[in-house]
């Protein structure tokens, strides 16, 4: 079974602080993305990675960075979290064009 | 407009009942038409997909495209409340990167 692990299922950050969501896929997948997900507005992509150390801006990158220097792992970073951040932060992983398989995600609230 | 347009419920039925979850789409390159199930407080997993037009069959479930009325559906026979979810529809095109757009989800409440 593809497992993809999300560092933290619930974060509280203050205004301001720099916040790093984690997330592991055990797969060899070549493909990573974060996405954010509100009610009412769906699965927004953040930002995807199709190698180690590429990354690709999605619909929604402003605000955010990522990084992947190991195949197996990307990090989402908030250089300077706001409360319109405040969101569920999934990460996904696929093979070549397969399928996207996600984390279980993390609930972010930013005061 | 969004690329693609799905009903977010609640779907309330009864145990038992068929169940009819649709998503509408505007791209005509779409190719590729998955649906998601997501429990509250997780992350989507993958029910089904389907390439092209057509029907798919997994026990209960059924998906069916009509690329011709840009209209997707996925029917539940015999619902359980363990059905009882968010169920999202995503599709991509068939060439580029694999950039899913997703339906903002349906969430089905199954009553025993």
């Known amino acids: 079974d593809v497992k993809v692990t999300q560092s933290s299922r619930y974060l509280v950050k203050r205004t301001g602080e720099k916040v790093f969501l984690e997330c592991v896929q055990d797969?060899?997948?070549?493909?990573m993305f974060w996405y954010r997900q509100d009610p009412g507005l769906g699965l927004r992509l953040i930002y995807f990675s199709y190698d180690v150390k590429m990354k690709e801006k999605g619909d929604i990158p402003e605000g955010y960075s990522v990084s992947r220097e190991k195949k197996e792992r990307f990090s989402l970073i908030l250089e300077s979290a706001s409360t319109n951040q405040t969101s569920m932060y999934l990460c996904a992983s696929s093979f070549m064009d397969r399928f996207q398989y996600f984390g279980a995600g993390t609930r972010l609230s930013v005061l | 407009q969004k690329e693609v347009e799905q009903d977010p419920g609640p779907l309330s039925v009864p145990e038992g009942a068929i169940v009819s979850l649709n998503c509408t789409y505007s791209n005509s390159a779409f190719q590729y038409f998955m649906w998601y199930r997501q429990y509250s407080r997780k992350g989507p997993e993958l029910l089904m997909y389907t390439y092209s037009s057509g029907n798919k069959e997994d026990g209960r479930f059924t998906a069916q495209v009509d690329k011709s009325s840009k209209y997707i559906s996925l029917f539940i026979r015999d619902s359980q409340p363990s059905d009882s979810a968010t169920y999202l529809c995503a599709m991509r095109e068939n060439t580029g990167f694999q950039k899913l757009v997703f339906g903002t989800g349906t969430r089905l409440l199954v009553s025993p």
């Open positions: 797969m060899d997948h070549e493909n």
